[in-house]
C-alpha cells in the first residue's frame, strides 16, 4: 500500500518552473503537519516546505520567495510550486505527512529541520527533479 504519491518532477534548465504534486487519502490530508523535502545525491535530508492544519506554510531560507506550498483537500494533493529554480534545487523530492510539531510560544510548529524518518509518520517514494545551467 503506497499512502502518498508524488507526481511532477523533471530535468529544467536554470530559472523555470516545475509544480510538484503529492496525492494521499483523505484521511492522510486531515493530518496536521504536511511537508515536502529534499535530498541529493551524497548529502543530508533538507527541508524544503511544511504547512500546518491551519494552512500556515514554513519554507527553508534556500527555496523562501521561490517556492510555494498549498493543500487542497477537496483533491487530496499536496502541491509545491517551484520557480525560478537553480542547479542547486537538483534532488529527490519527498512529500511526508502526519509530522510532528513543537510549541513554541503557545503556537505549533511542524518539524522540519534535521527531521528523523519517524517524525512523520508518512513518506512518499519520492520525484526526480534536476535542474541544469
Known amino acids: 500500500q503506497v499512502d502518498l504519491v508524488e507526481s511532477g518532477g523533471g530535468s529544467v534548465q536554470t530559472g523555470d518552473s516545475l509544480t510538484l504534486s503529492c496525492q494521499a487519502s483523505e484521511s492522510i490530508m486531515s493530518t496536521y503537519c504536511m511537508a515536502w523535502f529534499r535530498q541529493a545525491p551524497g548529502k543530508e535530508r533538507e527541508g524544503v516546505a511544511s504547512i500546518d492544519g491551519d494552512g500556515d506554510p514554513v519554507y527553508s531560507n534556500s527555496v523562501k520567495r521561490r517556492f510555494s506550498i498549498s493543500k487542497d483537500s477537496a483533491k487530496n494533493t499536496l502541491t509545491l510550486v517551484m520557480r525560478n529554480l537553480r542547479p542547486e534545487d537538483t534532488a529527490m523530492y519527498y512529500c511526508?505527512?502526519?509530522?510532528?510539531?513543537?510549541?513554541?510560544?503557545?503556537?505549533?510548529?511542524?518539524?522540519?529541520?534535521?527531521?528523523?524518518?519517524?517524525?512523520?509518520?508518512?513518506w512518499g517514494q519520492g520525484t526526480q527533479v534536476t535542474v541544469s545551467s
Open positions: 511526508a505527512a502526519d509530522g510532528r510539531y513543537r510549541v513554541v510560544l503557545g503556537v505549533k510548529a511542524c518539524l522540519l529541520q534535521e527531521v528523523e524518518d519517524s517524525d512523520y509518520k508518512y
